[in-house]
């Protein structure tokens, strides 16, 4: 069993940057795909991130290109999405997943899900 925590969250105007970080417990990530993914109030969630095990191979929503990055740090089990040039349509709880590959990652195939942490973008 892999528990994930998010930190990292809160209150930015728009343009700002944030940095989300998910911690492990449980059980080592490093075999596993993890990926980000977010849900705005009255929406479903949706797909932000991926990242491979080996941290070599990493897969974007077209909404955030460009502007995100996802790395992980398997010697602290640890997995970070840093956010630059935020808007307003940023604003959502973002989740941390982890999945058998980055494939199932994509589809919203998930084994664990964090709490999420709530990012708030002004304008």
């Known amino acids: 069993q892999v528990q994930l925590a998010e930190s990292g969250g809160g209150l930015v105007q728009a343009g700002g940057s944030l940095r989300l970080s998910c911690a492990a417990s449980g059980r080592t990530i490093s075999s596993a795909a993890m990926g980000w993914f977010r849900q705005a109030p009255g929406e479903g969630r949706e797909f932000v991130a991926v990242i491979s095990a080996s941290g070599a191979g990493t897969y974007y929503a077209d909404s955030v290109k460009g502007r995100f990055t996802i790395s992980r740090d398997n010697a602290k089990n640890t997995l970070r999405l840093e956010m630059n040039s935020l808007k307003p349509e940023d604003t959502a709880v973002y989740y941390c997943?982890?999945?058998?590959?980055?494939?199932?990652?994509?589809?919203?195939?998930?084994?664990?899900w964090g709490q999420g942490t709530q990012v708030t973008v002004s304008s």
């Open positions: 997943a982890q999945g058998k590959s980055t494939t199932a990652v994509r589809f919203y195939q998930v084994d664990y």
